[in-house]
């Protein structure tokens, strides 16, 4: 009886897992990751309220306030429009300096208003679990944007107060989304303002580095 037992089990075509397949060794280029978005931008406009501070300013301390747009043409690729405006307050060190004890009011020039247009791009979409309950999606993006500043001199003069300034604007910004429809928006800008300073009759280069945060709203999926 055994020994017919072992010769059935001899004959018996192995079908175990350790039946195995080589299918050879895989190149980088031929994986690839499919993901699906659970909060996708393309095709959907994007608009947003902010507020921002410049506190990098030793004369100046500027609060303000921005409007910006979005149309993502792609997943990671949109059209970007920020308008904004504020107001510079003259800090503790101006306050000292423009003081009888040194009479001398540095030549600042304060932030009224800008209007930057450029392109947005998002290399990074990640998700963060907090505390192992809850999972926060949100994307890191590059923005590079060009326009007009339009500055004031925090000395007043009979003239030549005003001064439009072209303007490049490059900025590092993350969102984090609240729901498919809306994210908290944090972004650090720095505008690169080409001044004409009429008391001198010279050219300055000045920065005012924005931090903003904000929220905005996103259309429905498929429409613009």
């Given at each position: 009886m055994?020994?017919?037992?072992?010769l059935a089990l001899a004959l018996t075509p192995d079908a175990s897992a350790q039946d195995m397949v080589d299918i050879g060794v895989l190149r980088n280029e031929d994986i690839a990751v499919v993901q699906n978005l659970l909060y996708p931008k393309q095709q959907r406009t994007e608009v947003g309220v902010h507020l921002g501070l410049m506190p990098f300013d030793a004369y100046l301390w500027t609060p303000n306030a921005q409007l910006s747009f979005n149309n993502h043409m792609q997943?990671?690729?949109?059209?970007?429009?920020?308008?904004?405006?504020?107001?510079?307050?003259?800090?503790?060190?101006?306050?000292?300096?423009?003081?009888?004890?040194?009479?001398?009011?540095?030549?600042?020039?304060?932030?009224?208003?800008?209007?930057?247009?450029?392109?947005?791009?998002?290399?990074?979409?990640?998700?963060?679990?907090?505390?192992?309950?809850?999972?926060?999606?949100?994307?890191?993006?590059?923005?590079g944007r060009a326009g007009v500043t339009?500055?004031?001199?925090?000395?007043?003069?009979k003239e030549g107060g005003?001064?439009?300034?072209?303007?490049?604007?490059?900025?590092?910004?993350?969102r984090f989304w609240m729901n498919e429809d809306a994210t908290m928006r944090v972004e650090l800008r720095d505008d690169v303002l080409l001044q004409n300073r009429?008391?001198?009759?010279?050219?300055h280069l000045q920065q005012n580095m924005n931090v903003t945060v904000?929220?905005?709203?996103?259309?429905a999926r498929g429409s613009r």
């Open positions: 055994l020994q017919a037992l072992a997943e990671n690729l949109s059209f970007s429009v920020v308008a904004g405006g504020g107001y510079g307050l003259k800090t503790a060190a101006y306050k000292e300096m423009e003081s009888p004890s040194f009479g001398a009011a540095p030549y600042a020039y304060r932030y009224l208003a800008s209007l930057l247009a450029g392109m947005e791009w998002n290399p990074i979409y990640a998700k963060l679990n907090l505390d192992g309950a809850h999972v926060v999606h949100f994307d890191v993006y590059l923005a339009l500055s004031e001199s925090v000395i007043p003069l005003l001064s439009p300034s072209p303007t490049l604007s490059p900025a590092l910004g993350a009429s008391v001198t009759d010279t050219w904000g929220m905005t709203f996103f259309s």
